[in-house]
């Protein structure tokens, strides 16, 4: 075990109507933890949101990728979180994330907390632990190796949802469930008589559950 490496691991995409869940994991030298947050790297949410924030993070991200011995990412399509529960993809990618960047060689893991999803719960589904295992709420924030794993995460989010936005022909919108989304929704079944692919049909929110009773989908 190489006590001088450390992972992070953490995910854009859990609240969206719209859009996968992407979870990222970080492979990181211990000692260049304080190097990572001079470079700006800090919880993905705190750059805020639109163009601006997205380039931010562009920047940081490239900026610390010689930082990097190693990542991994797991994208978990729309589709599949309508069939399974969220937490249950989330662990089972956690675990693949953990298997490929060879956690049981590394001396500490720092891994988000899944909203309310207790330690022992998470451990008892993910089916191994050890001691240098750390699943904190707001590990995001705490500790700079979960805030590049969220970086990069929400770059990768960002980017497929660009990509389905761009191919129902509409702008950027973030997925989340707000007005913007709920008018590219109202645009598209509008035109094409359903909802856009990528949409998370098993969601409870109002407008999906409105144009559901169509039955055009």
Known sequence: MDKKLVIGID??????????????????????????????????KKFGSGLRAHQRRKSVWKNAADYIINK???????????????YTLHIKATAKILEALNWHQVGEVYIEQLGMLSRDKFIRKLGFWHRGFIYESKADERYPSVSLASIKAKLLRDRKVSKLCKKAGHEYVSGYANSKTELFFKKHFKKHGRLPHGTRFSRNWAPILKMKSFNKI
């Open 11 to 44: 995910e854009a995409g859990m609240g969206p109507v719209f859009g996968p869940l992407v979870i990222s994991g970080v492979l990181v030298r211990k000692d260049k933890l304080d190097t990572l947050t001079e470079l700006g790297v800090k919880d993905s």
């Open 72 to 86: 991994k990412q797991v994208v978990v399509d729309a589709s599949s979180l309508d069939k399974e529960n969220m």
